[in-house]
């Protein structure tokens, strides 16, 4: 895949989930930007599935960004789409693309938790 830097025409926000003690022996998970980055942003596929009594959708975003190393599986990534509403992407696995270290191909979900 070959990717230009004009190609990254979308903003997101690159987050790192933060634990800490809630007093109560348990933990409080928040979420702490770490970047913003520019983007190609394209959905992969579209699913539906069954959990409990109730139909979830989901969908598979392909993300490429210049190259960072501090994306991983459990990061999470906000976007806003021109014009829409702010969504929410859980990583589900970042690696080089093409191996030229020059961009970082990321697969994320929406609508399932992270």
Same mark, same amino acid.
């Given at each position: ?38 983007? #190609?942003?394209?959905? $992969? &596929?579209? !699913?539906?599935? @069954?959990? /409990? ?33 702010? #969504?929410?992407?859980? $990583? &589900?696995? !970042?690696?080089? @693309?093409? /191996? ?15």
């Amino acid at each position: 895949m070959k990717i230009a830097a004009g190609d990254l025409t979308e903003r997101v926000t690159i987050q790192a989930e933060v634990n800490a003690p809630d007093g109560g022996g348990g933990n409080a998970v928040s979420w702490t930007a770490v970047a913003t980055a520019w983007a #190609r942003i394209e959905p $992969v &596929r579209a !699913a539906e599935t @069954l959990q /409990g009594q109730l139909q979830q959708g989901a969908v598979t975003w392909r993300v490429v960004i210049r190259r960072r190393q501090d994306v991983s599986h459990g990061s999470r990534l906000l976007w806003t789409p021109h014009g829409g509403a702010q #969504r929410q992407l859980n $990583v &589900r696995s !970042a690696h080089d @693309l093409d /191996g030229g270290r020059e961009f970082t191909e990321i697969l994320a979900e929406e609508g399932v938790a992270v």
